[in-house]
């Protein structure tokens, strides 16, 4: 059985796959620090479990497990978390996580866990999974004909009348990022998950990888409006996960599958990507309006969304523009601001630490004395004791 464990903290993840293994040495059990790596390996090989941290770099783990449940169904998951919060479980449930473990994990509990999980896998592959992972199969055979077939190369002896008599007719929709050298294995997962579920919401076809910033997708709209509905929900989620600029261009309605290489072409000669153009001036306004907005609310929800909406900019542009402007990413500027207001608070012993993380914005003190301990190589509670006996 194949387990893959997603948690940003070494320690963590290497402590629960060690505690797995004392146990069931015959399981292979991969690591992942970040959401990114966690998608690379869940696309690259069969995964039977995954126990995935809430916070995680990237998307949260809540996140990438409701991205990933639609392409990989079969899959059990296990959301773990540090913070004891009612609306993290609550979601973790409601997307079907099999259980939600507080750290630090109890090794009886994971084992416990494992072997509950374990059960259920094979039990499955006994009933229907082998005919669900066949036609799983099947349709990876098919979406890598039609991958080469959209990149011009030659498909063999490998039969395309299938795709010809399942769609007559079909519009084509390419993102494209523009992210120059750095790695967007995380975008390009959040896209193909997101554009394969839209597409099966809303008509008929699939997706495939075009290249290592393209995907492609293939869709036959149920009826004229699931074309429009398709598109504006895929703006509104891209606008929403990527941080990187892209472009989303679409076809006309096409009915020849042979044509696709050349329909392609003549999408791709769209004008490369690039960031808006500010009026002169204007950005710098934006960021100064969205710097006073932040000092003045720095204990509410700040998401980069929200805060980019109150200027009316694009949140990927809005966050370049921020690090031009400011020196320092969007996260960690909150981050910063909201814990010298947390030092200033320390020095008054008569604020309970509860008190001070709910004043800066951190519902959750635990979490809170995780991000000062990060950001200062302290506690809070250290801090303060460091702090009033100096000034004695």
Not at 19 to 37: G, K, R
Not at 319 to 343: C, D, N, P, W
Request: proline share 4%; net charge negative; with cysteine.
């Amino acid at each position: 059985m194949n387990i893959l464990i997603a948690d940003d903290e070494r320690a963590i993840r290497e402590g629960i796959k060690r505690t797995i293994l004392q146990t069931f040495p015959a399981h292979e059990v991969d690591v992942a620090e970040s959401t990114a790596e966690a998608a690379e390996l869940l696309g690259s090989k069969r995964i039977d479990i995954v126990l995935t941290d809430i916070l995680m770099p990237g998307i949260n783990g809540l996140e990438f497990m409701r991205m990933s449940k639609h392409r990989y169904p079969y899959v059990k998951w296990v959301v773990i978390s540090a913070h004891n919060e009612f609306a993290y479980a609550q979601e973790a449930v409601r997307l079907g996580a099999r259980d939600y473990l507080l750290k630090p994990i109890g090794k009886k509990r994971l084992a416990e866990l494992i072997e509950e999980l374990e059960d259920e896998v094979r039990l499955e592959l006994e009933t229907y999974r082998e005919e669900e992972l066949l036609k799983s199969n099947l349709k990876y055979l098919r979406e890598g004909v039609f991958q080469r077939l959209a990149s011009g190369l030659d498909t063999g002896n490998l039969n395309i009348e299938p795709f010809i008599e399942d769609y007559p007719s079909f519009y084509l929709i390419l993102v494209q990022l523009d992210a120059g050298d750095r790695s967007v294995n995380l975008e390009h997962f959040i896209i193909e998950n997101v554009l394969s579920e839209l597409i099966d919401r809303c008509g008929g076809g699939f997706v495939v990888s075009y290249d290592r910033q393209s995907v492609l997708g293939l869709f036959t709209p149920a009826d004229e409006s699931k074309l429009e509905k398709l598109q504006t929900q895929l703006k509104e989620h891209m606008n929403h996960y990527l941080k990187v600029p892209f472009q989303i261009m679409y076809s006309e309605e096409n009915n020849d599958i042979r044509s696709v290489p050349q329909i392609i072409m003549k999408m791709r000669k769209v004008s490369p990507i690039k960031l808006p153009e500010p009026i002169k001036g204007s950005g710098e306004t934006a960021i100064e309006v969205a710097l006073q907005y932040i000092n003045e609310h720095y204990n509410e929800d700040l998401s980069l969304e929200r805060i980019a909406s109150v200027v009316f900019l694009n949140p990927v542009y809005f966050s370049q523009l921020f690090k031009q402007k400011t020196g320092q990413g969007y996260k960690e500027y909150v981050i910063s601001l909201r814990l010298e207001h947390a030092k200033q608070l320390l020095l008054n012993p008569g604020f309970k630490l509860a008190e001070i993380a709910e004043r800066i914005g951190y519902q959750d003190m635990r979490h809170f004395t995780q991000v000062f301990r990060k950001k200062f190589g302290l506690t809070p509670t250290e801090f303060r004791q460091q702090q009033l006996s100096g000034s004695k």
